[in-house]
């Protein structure tokens, strides 16, 4: 974990001192009032002049300008970068800057050590990693909040290590999220080396591993209901709603959507058994809800979908329709005042957050 601070760069080149001294100053901004936050971008406008060989050299060198870009800004925002092309006979590590404005003022991102959390997606398989990639130091120490105003701060985070990715050739897709926010996604391809990127041989490779992969299970609870009643309009993509019953007690999450589907994830007469009578495909979705006391919960579900599979341009898709009871299924209850930030994955395409309160 690497921060920007004029004590931890008094040993680089005395060139850029004067550059980091003032990041080192100007960490702090005052916001203003009409302020609101970014809930979510799938896409960042900042770009960084990193080669992909730079990741690995030092590269929290060369994003000074970027950080006070984004302090001036004045918004909350989370900002990954990576390299867009991993060889393995060269690196053993994934590296990724994470820059990050938050409001210090805000009681959640601020007294609790608030947790990044990241999910990849292998875009070949359809498979995910989940976890903690960075835990942010406290803010504060004493019992009165700050004034509005953003704190940035930018850390070099090893993938492979943080998400125990599969160090294995393919395509994966990347995203950081902070309670509210939502880093744009990134995609990164893993070789076994320049001279095979793309050759017949990485593709027989990859053939053979999607042959072997398998389908996620249908997740059979009470909690969890599947719909046949997706309405996506023809649009790919996902949404989330909630629906919230006050005389009940009741809050409901329902996810629908219209996502590629891998070979492996489709369900064929063969196996039409009880459980998969009229179901055309299984595919996954992670539903990862993060909740202001600090805790994280997330249910990696296999969907079936109901409707015929169509095809566009060689590709086929599956709708969906999932409906969630969040009392049944919460570890623990929610408490008064506390919000929820509910979001959903599936390969590519992503939803949220929703925010529950």
Request: charged content about 25%.
């Amino acid at each position: 974990m690497i921060s920007l601070s004029s004590e931890n760069w008094k040993h680089r080149n005395i060139k850029l001192l004067y550059s980091i001294i003032l990041i080192g100053i100007c960490l702090y901004s005052c916001l203003p009032d009409n302020n609101s936050s970014e809930k979510g971008i799938k896409e960042t406008m900042h770009t960084l002049t990193l080669k992909n060989e730079d990741y690995w050299d030092d590269p929290q060198l060369k994003i000074g300008d970027l950080t006070w870009n984004i302090l001036e800004e004045g918004e909350e925002k989370l900002i990954i970068f990576s390299p867009d092309q991993i060889f393995l006979d060269l690196h053993n590590s994934w590296p990724v800057i994470m820059i990050g404005a938050r409001d210090k003022s805000i009681p959640y991102k601020n007294r609790f050590k608030g947790k990044t959390i990241g999910i990849c997606i292998n875009l070949e398989t359809g498979f995910s990693k989940i976890g903690t990639v960075h835990r942010a130091p406290d803010i504060i120490n004493s019992a009165k909040l700050p004034s509005p105003g953003l704190i940035v701060q930018d850390y070099l985070i090893d993938i492979r290590r943080y998400l125990n990715v599969s160090w294995e050739i393919g395509t994966f897709k990347l995203w950081f999220l902070y309670y509210d926010m939502i880093s744009n996604g990134i995609s990164c391809k893993i070789s076994l080396n320049e001279k095979t990127c793309a050759s017949e041989e990485e593709k027989e490779h990859l053939n053979n591993v999607m042959q072997h992969a398998q389908r996620r299970n249908i997740l059979i609870n009470d909690a969890v209901e599947y719909k046949n009643d997706s309405n996506v309009n023809d649009k790919t993509g996902m949404v989330i709603e909630k629906e919230i019953t006050k005389e009940t007690n009741r809050i409901v999450v329902n996810i629908r959507g219209k996502v590629p589907v891998i070979e492996h994830q489709k369900v064929s007469h063969d196996e039409q058994n009880d459980q998969l009578k009229g179901v055309f495909a299984v595919i996954p979705l992670d539903i990862i809800i993060l909740r202001t006391q600090d805790v994280r919960e997330q249910f990696n579900l296999g969907v079936p979908c109901f409707k015929e599979l169509t095809k566009e341009n060689e590709q086929e898709y599956a709708e969906f329709s999932v409906g969630i009871s969040l009392f049944d299924i919460l570890d623990s209850e929610i408490n008064e005042g506390e919000k929820l930030f509910v979001y959903a994955f599936s390969g590519e395409h992503f939803s949220g957050p929703e925010i529950i309160d």
